[in-house]
């Protein structure tokens, strides 16, 4: 008679292990998941500081995912180490151009930003190469194709990747532009328009030298028209007309550099764009012309405030997408193609393709007659 009640007992003493065990269970399944550990950030190594790295780029890191400031380098020590204290970057990160190539020593480095004068991204590209560092050069990326040629090699030598800094090729708007053209959301693209300018200032600054700058407002400002025309088409030019002009007596252009260079591409699908560059008015606007309506940012190439506008039928739609910090998408970018090993958005041969075309640029307004290109 007591069996029974042993089993009863058992079966009831087994369902309840049963249920805890199941209640348990539902417990651990309902608690959150915990974020894992931050990503690393790679360091960075910012070379010269002057506006463009004081305003901009510092600053950016703050907005960075993947990138942050672990070493500094310039002439002006005292410069140098207020920036450091303000951005968190240790004295051993600090260095100047005598000491430059002591990076290489600098575990903390992993990336050097070349924020220098035109004619010297060459040399220091290829010294943070030799150092066994990747870079990140301002664009243009040089003064000659020929030095575009030797800073891709030094990358390739030291097997490090080299990305230009086209910021545009990393804002939403500008991207949104190139998804609008290249999928033909609005037919197929028949003619571009790409404007930047703007009145330059202190005769006295590096961007008025010729040999530090390369040229005039065509190197410093008309190249984001000129890299516009190209990603928007999407297509490399095969043909150049230009002319330039700049105001007589004016002191700010004493060194040959050109005030205002107008020039027309031809591309192979028989997109045509006109371009314009001016260091003597403002200028800021992308339009791609369509089969079906016309599409533009203006401003285009503004640090923020970037606008969309889609103009078909007398009517006029605004598209809105959230601001990003470029430079903070364009540190990121180059850090992830870094840690997965995979090719920059803008590396050095968009560099040197910009050069190219821009020389030819120079060619066809000096000769007034059409420069042509293989594609």
């Known amino acids: 008679m ?25 417990r651990i399944a309902a608690q959150p ?3 894992g550990p931050p990503a690393k950030k790679l360091g960075f190594a910012v070379v010269g500081l002057g506006s463009l790295a004081i305003n901009q780029i510092l600053p950016a890191f703050a907005h960075c995912r993947h990138a942050k400031a672990t070493a500094l380098v310039s002439g002006d020590a ?7 204290t ?16 002591r990076l290489k020593d600098n575990a903390d480095v992993d990336i050097v930003y070349v924020v220098l004068p035109n004619s010297m991204h060459p040399e220091y590209t290829v010294r943070a190469h030799k ?4 870079v990140l050069c301002e664009k243009p990326m040089a003064n000659t194709p020929q030095d575009c ?17 086209y910021r ?7 991207m949104a532009m190139i998804k609008m053209a290249r999928e033909q959301e609005f037919g197929k693209p028949k003619v571009i328009l790409c404007e930047a300018g703007f009145s330059i200032g202190d005769p006295k600054q590096w961007r008025l030298k010729k040999a530090l700058a390369g040229g005039g407002s065509l190197m410093d400002i008309g190249i984001y028209a000129l890299n516009a025309a190209r990603y928007l ?7 150049i007309n230009a002319i330039s002009y700049t105001t007589p007596g004016d002191v700010r252009f004493a060194d040959g550099v050109e005030e205002t260079i107008n020039f027309q591409l031809r591309f192979p699908s028989g997109v045509l764009a006109n371009c314009v560059s001016s260091y003597g008015v403002g200028l800021n606007r992308f339009r791609v012309h369509a089969e079906k309506a016309s599409f533009e940012l203006e401003p285009a190439l503004s640090y923020s405030d970037l606008r969309m506008r889609v103009l078909r039928g007398g009517t006029v739609e605004l598209r809105s997408l959230p601001e990003r910090n470029q430079f903070a998408l364009e540190m990121d970018h180059m850090a992830e193609c870094v840690q997965g090993n995979a090719e920059p958005r803008t590396p050095g041969e968009e560099g040197l393709k910009d050069l190219r075309a821009m020389m030819a640029i120079y060619e066809a307004a000096r000769s007034s007659k059409t420069v042509t290109l293989n594609a």
């Open 2 to 26: 007591r069996k029974p009640e042993a089993t009863r007992r058992q079966f009831l003493q087994a369902t309840g292990l049963t249920a805890a065990a199941a209640f348990a269970g539902a």
């Open 33 to 35: 998941q915990l974020p």
């Open 78 to 84: 005292a410069k140098a180490k207020s920036l450091a």
């Open 86 to 101: 303000t951005y968190g970057v240790p004295e051993s990160g600090l260095y100047s151009y005598e000491t430059y190539d």
């Open 131 to 134: 150092a066994g560092k990747h």
């Open 149 to 165: 040629e030797a800073m891709i090699a030094a990358a390739k030598a030291a097997g490090k990747k080299l990305m230009i800094g």
């Open 168 to 174: 545009l090729r990393y804002e939403p708007n500008n």
């Open 233 to 239: 088409s999407g297509e490399e030019p095969v043909a």
